[in-house]
């Protein structure tokens, strides 16, 4: 799957992979893969959430004490470089009534084990327009080019 667990701030870039778009602060988060519904949201400096999004995959970044961090990875269809991966198959933006803007990326990994193989993340920011508009050009690009 895509988690990975490290003891590093920085995110695991891949040689060569250009960052096209940072949302140091992400405030809430939630995902849902029947049977599983988890939620987290930043408190710093206990937990703390954060976004890239790069030419080949959209990383969720999540630091705990500013010491363990986990990482998500969404990659774009073609890009990937394991075939057990998630793909993003949804992008879009919009707004809750009570938890306000959000990112919202669907994705499917067809070797899911112990969940549904369709996750939807929604990650409450600010501006999450200028980020789905980013994933969605990555994403028309990563088709055209298989």
């Known amino acids: 799957m895509g988690l990975r667990f490290k003891l590093n701030l920085l995110p695991s870039l891949l040689p060569g992979e250009k960052v096209l778009f940072v949302k140091k602060w992400v405030g809430f988060c ?4 029947s049977p599983n519904y988890r ?13 890239y999004i790069t030419d080949q995959r959209v990383l ?14 969404q990659w774009f ?12 198959k949804e992008v879009r933006a919009g707004r809750n009534w009570l938890c306000g803007p ?7 990994n067809s070797k899911a084990r112990f969940r549904s ?3 939807r993340m929604r990650l409450y920011m600010k501006d999450p327009q ?6 969605n050009e990555e994403m028309t690009k990563s088709t055209q080019n298989t």
Do not use: M
Request: glycine fraction near 2%.
């Open 30 to 33: 939630t995902c849902l893969s």
């Open 39 to 51: 939620w987290s949201f930043s408190l710093p400096p206990i937990q703390e959430q954060g976004l």
């Open 60 to 73: 969720h970044i999540l630091h705990t004490f500013r010491f363990l961090t986990v990482e998500f990875n």
């Open 77 to 88: 269809e073609a890009k990937s470089q394991t075939p057990d991966t998630e793909f993003i």
């Open 102 to 108: 959000y990112l919202e990326v669907v994705s499917e």
């Open 117 to 119: 193989s369709r996750a």
């Open 130 to 135: 200028s980020a789905c508009r980013i994933i």
